[in-house]
């Protein structure tokens, strides 16, 4: 079966403590190194993955399988690594985002969402921190409810 779900963004961006959060484990996040798999759910990406050019074989690869990309931002970085031109690869399939961190200090929501739909993130946004957990329920029930997993809402904002 397809895992439904992959999370991509820069190093440090929170995916593994997402992830985590996502499965109920407490765990604090380590340094992700390769690929890691939760069961036919989802995958957590190494950030490096996603900032070396040379590595997007492997996102690409692995993205033509999952139901969902999922980009990981954190809410107080205001430039966008999203290599433009990465996600035209993924064709047909749109681009949901997580805003992570947004218990710190000097967050801009606003901003980071101009950001990202700027960046070509077309589906839906969900401001994040580990902190909060009802957040944190509302993306597990996004990705992972029992509902079957629609296509997002592309090209137009939720
Ligand atoms: N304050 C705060 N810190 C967070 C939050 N989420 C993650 N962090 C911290 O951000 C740091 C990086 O988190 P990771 O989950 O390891 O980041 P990552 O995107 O998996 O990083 P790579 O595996 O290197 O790609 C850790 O110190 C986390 O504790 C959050 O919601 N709030
Ligand atoms: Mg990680």
Avoid: W
């Amino acid at each position: 079966m397809a895992p439904r779900f992959m999370l991509i963004g820069q190093i440090g961006a929170g995916k593994t403590t997402l992830f985590n959060g996502l499965f109920g484990k407490n765990e604090p996040a380590r340094k992700t190194q390769v690929m890691e798999f939760e069961g036919s759910s989802g995958i957590d990406t190494p950030g490096e993955y996603f900032s070396h050019p040379r590595m997007y074989h492997a996102l690409i690869t692995m993205s033509a399988e999952v139901e969902r990309l999922m980009y990981v931002h954190p809410a107080d970085v205001f430039d966008c690594r999203l290599p433009p031109g990465l996600l035209d690869v993924y064709a047909n399939k749109c681009i949901d985002a997580v805003v992570t961190k947004m218990d710190r200090p000097s967050t801009d929501l606003p901003r980071v969402e101009r950001l990202l739909r700027d960046a070509g993130v077309h589906g839906r946004i969900f401001p994040v921190s580990i902190h909060d957990l009802l957040s944190i329920a509302t993306v597990r029930s996004y990705l992972l409810g029992s509902a079957p997993c629609e296509p997002s809402p592309c090209g137009k904002a939720p």
